[in-house]
């Protein structure tokens, strides 16, 4: 079977060392691809726009691709799983309309009260003085979010009043977000832990992949602004067998649910960004109709089950059929990023020492590879990710990996884990 995978960071990176593993699989193509997948064995890159749904059609169609599988939001929400369903191309990828849940926070927020799915309460303006009025009622912390796609980066936790009316005038009148910021969700501050809860869904049923935690802020103690994601790791203790039924019965199948009663059949990966009260009782903080990164790496780290298997059967609507298993070792991935991210960072950094890194594996993401020289050619670069007995021993092995690495301007965080750590040592 010849897989393509579309998108170029970590987690396709990841998705596709996943892919290779299968004997089923003869070769996994990546558009466009990064320096990591242009090395790997059975990886070829195509240098083809994730975007530019015509010319991956022809692609798939002229290499008789069995299968396409989708990393980022922007093709899901613009409809690629249309483009190639016209062609007749089997596409793992919820589609532009179910890509709504991620694509615009208005309609996920709304279709999570018209279903009485946890969530922090909230309302939706394109009128400044009325989202003001309401941030005040709600009180302090207050969050504000662009409401459309903005690279994880649309979303302000206001722990003043001034601060919360600046974010709202930044995204509705200083255009700070661009189209994605013409209207602004203004929620409840929700307290509790965090955890990643992704699965994959065929139509009518679905698999939960492995919990995971991410860790978005830039600096050590969850401080700073947020990026993408600087680590992860798999399990997510705070989802303990219960939380996850839980999860399972009140959130993801109501949403399936919920989404086919208005004619959506949500095929593809779909996850849900969870706040987890000190009770354990779950709510949801966003949807992403894609995995996660950097989750995915230490997810397929923990992954036994053949991945093209289970995700030919989903676009086949036959999920029933598989299951997912997990080894029961923890994963943990750390991000090695360029110094400045999220802001602005160099690029064309020589990348040393991958050759010394042992008991773990490196994910590429912002690399390149041209004339058999890898250099760094983004914010996020590189991640490390390393299984052990607990999130401990994977910790130390991500860390030991890293120092063999070396890049002008490297930075990473030092305490990825730390909450699943204190918990391990209770
Ligand atoms: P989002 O892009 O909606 O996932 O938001 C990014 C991050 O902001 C989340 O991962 C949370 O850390 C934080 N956040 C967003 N909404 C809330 C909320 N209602 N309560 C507490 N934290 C939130
Ligand atoms: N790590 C968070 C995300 O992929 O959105």
């Not at 990546?30 to 240098?47: F, I, S």
């Not at 219960?242 to 993801?252: L, P």
């Amino acid at each position: 079977m010849k897989i393509l995978v579309v998108g170029a960071g970590g987690r396709e990176h990841a998705l596709a060392w996943k892919f290779a593993q299968s004997e089923r699989v003869s070769v996994v193509y990546v558009a466009p691809g990064n320096g990591g997948t242009a090395m790997a064995p059975k990886l070829e890159n195509v240098d083809i726009d994730p975007m530019d749904f015509d010319a991956l059609c022809t692609f798939a169609k002229a290499r008789e691709i069995e299968l396409t599988v989708v990393g980022p939001e922007g093709p899901l929400v613009a409809g690629i799983q249309a483009a190639f369903a016209r062609c007749g191309l089997a596409c793992l990828a919820p589609s532009a309309d179910a890509a709504q849940l991620e694509g615009s926070k208005t309609f996920s927020k709304e279709f999570l009260a018209r279903h009485n799915i946890p969530t922090a309460r909230f309302s939706s303006f394109t009128d400044p003085r009325a989202a003001k009025t309401f941030a005040q009622e709600l009180g302090l912390p207050v969050v504000i979010k662009a409401d459309g796609l903005a690279a994880g980066k649309g979303v302000v936790v206001a722990q003043s009043l001034e601060a919360a009316e600046a974010a709202i005038d930044d995204m509705l009148l200083g255009n700070a977000f661009g189209r994605a910021g013409a209207r602004v969700v203004v929620e409840a501050f929700l307290v509790g832990e965090e955890a990643s809860f992704i699965v994959l869904a065929d139509g009518t049923d679905f698999h939960a992949f492995a919990t995971s935690q991410d860790h978005k802020a830039i600096f050590n103690g969850d401080q700073g602004p947020n990026t993408g994601g600087m680590g992860a790791y798999s399990p997510a203790p705070v989802v303990t067998e219960a939380v996850s039924k839980h999860i399972c019965e009140h959130i993801i199948a109501p949403t399936l649910q919920g989404l086919l009663s208005e004619g959506i059949h949500y095929t593809g990966f779909l996850y849900a960004g969870l706040m987890i009260d000190a009770l354990g009782a779950p709510s949801v903080i966003e949807f992403n109709c894609r995995f996660g990164d950097p989750e995915t790496q230490p997810i397929m780290m923990r992954l036994e089950s053949d991945l093209a298997e289970v995700c030919l059967a989903a676009v086949e609507h036959r999920l029933a059929e598989e299951t997912l298993v997990f080894s029961s070792k923890a994963a943990l991935a750390v991000v090695l990023a360029s110094a400045g991210y999220p802001g602005d960072y160099d690029v064309g950094a020589p990348i040393s020492g991958l050759n010394e890194v042992q008991d773990a594996v490196v994910f590429h993401a912002g690399t390149r590879l041209l004339d058999g020289i890898l250099a760094t050619s983004g914010g996020r670069v590189l991640t490390v990710a390393a299984t052990g007995d607990s999130v401990l021993q994977a910790q130390r092995l991500v860390y030991q990996a890293v120092k063999a690495i070396q890049f002008k301007g490297q930075y990473h965080r030092d305490d990825i884990g730390y909450r699943a750590i204190e918990r391990e040592a209770r």
